[in-house]
């Protein structure tokens, strides 16, 4: 029975030696570096052990080096798929072998990076639109190594931004969410912005919110926010966070005039709604309108605007004044109600609005459009002479 287990212990370890030493050897090629040879001889290995641990780590080293020697980055993406799988196979039956795939991973995943912010970092615009494809491929490499790393993301959503493609930049950063990547705040307001953008309000304000529920106090996640409300044309929304922004920063005055601006619109918009509706108007409905026409008149007024001359701030005053004026017209004739009210603050705003069209028409004199509508004020208010005088002006 010994003899026998001796003989058939020489026999296999013959078998296994003739088997050695006439199938081709992988690693020896891959020293000698002739690649295709090296990995056609995994290949084959693998086809008889598809298990095997160590051929699929030596399989992936193969990989990575034949992904390197392609010039053109886009070539090597197949390679490094093929890679991450055979990696990924290796993870998934043993950790011993962890340190080995990182260090392999990252070595590729930084040199992919760091010759793709190299091609961004270019201070030519139209020298990254012209390298686009090859610096989105990069970035596609490295997120092909490392699926979960934020910043390659945004690296590559950058680019595509930076090349004029912002729906492509917004698809980068939903695929990095889709896959479960944690973007933080940082990436996740530039998604936001990016909706923004591009119009999709909706999805921007539902990000704005959901970074000023994680972070309650940040006033630039605020002030996003505001913008989306404000372009999604949701005014009551917009209006109680401007308030709440002016608490936080009472020095910025452009919340101030945004807040204006904002109550002017939910009021016109609910006036036009009352108005198209039919609606009768009681007397204490129009105080109430008149009670928010005087809050925004206060606001412009405590600006200051005259001494700012600011051109789009003094528009924007002279502009609520006069359509303010227009609107109270507009209550009086539907309605019976409070006529000595409408007609005394109708001719209160239009004499406001008369002190912003003159600064402008003072600050920009050769502009036909100011002098129109400071022209148009005074033949409402009756005020001919200084009507005449700009109308002969105009026509000088």
């Not at 798929?81 to 962890?98: G, I, P």
């Not at 992919?112 to 090859?134: F, M, T, Y």
């Not at 528009?315 to 009086?332: P, T």
Request: net charge negative; aromatic share 10%.
């Amino acid at each position: 029975m010994i003899s026998l287990v001796l003989i058939f212990g020489i026999f296999f370890g013959a078998s296994c030696s003739t088997l050695f030493s006439t199938t081709e050897n992988p690693k020896t090629y891959l020293e000698n570096e002739e690649l295709t040879k090296a990995y056609n001889a995994v290949e084959e290995q693998l086809r008889d052990n598809p298990g095997d641990t160590e051929l699929l780590l030596l399989r992936a080293t193969i990989l990575n080096e034949i992904a390197l020697e392609k010039e053109d980055p886009a070539d090597r993406h197949p390679d490094y798929k093929s890679l991450k799988n055979s990696t990924d196979e290796v993870r998934f039956q043993t950790d011993r072998y962890n340190s080995k795939i990182d260090s392999l991973l990252i070595k590729s995943w930084t040199y992919e990076q760091q010759e793709g912010v190299k091609l961004l970092q270019q201070d030519n615009p139209d020298q990254i639109q012209q390298n686009s494809d090859r610096i989105t491929a990069h970035f596609r490499n490295a997120i092909t190594l490392i699926p979960d790393s934020t910043v390659t993301y945004s690296l590559k959503a950058t680019t595509h931004y930076k090349s004029g493609n912002t729906d492509k930049a917004i698809q980068t950063l939903e695929s990095g969410r889709d896959h479960g990547v944690e973007l933080g705040p940082e990436y996740t307001e530039k998604l936001a912005y990016l909706y923004l953008e591009s119009g999709y309000f909706e999805q921007s304000v539902s990000l704005y919110q959901e970074l000023i529920d994680a972070h309650p106090d940040n006033s630039k996640f605020k002030h996003g926010l505001v913008n989306a409300l404000i372009l999604k044309e949701d005014h009551e929304e917009s209006v109680a966070l401007l308030k709440d922004l002016i608490d936080q920063n009472p020095e910025r005055h452009e919340y101030q005039e945004a807040l204006a601006a904002e109550l002017y619109f939910a009021e016109s918009k609910a006036i036009s709604k009352n108005i198209a509706d039919q609606k009768n108007f009681s007397s204490q409905d129009i105080e109430k309108i008149i009670e928010r026409f005087d809050e925004i008149s206060s606001i412009y007024k405590g600006l200051n605007l005259e001494s700012s001359r600011s051109e789009e701030s003094l528009f924007r005053a002279a502009s609520f004044h006069s359509h303010a004026a227009q609107q109270l017209h507009m209550l009086k004739e539907s309605s019976s109600n409070a006529d000595s009210l409408i007609s005394e603050k109708n001719r209160e705003f239009l004499e406001l609005s008369v002190i912003y069209w003159q600064s402008l028409t003072e600050i920009f004199p050769d502009s036909v459009q100011y002098a129109e509508q400071l022209y148009m004020v005074y033949r409402e208010l009756e005020m001919d002479d200084e009507a005449d005088l700009i109308y002969r002006q105009l026509n000088f």
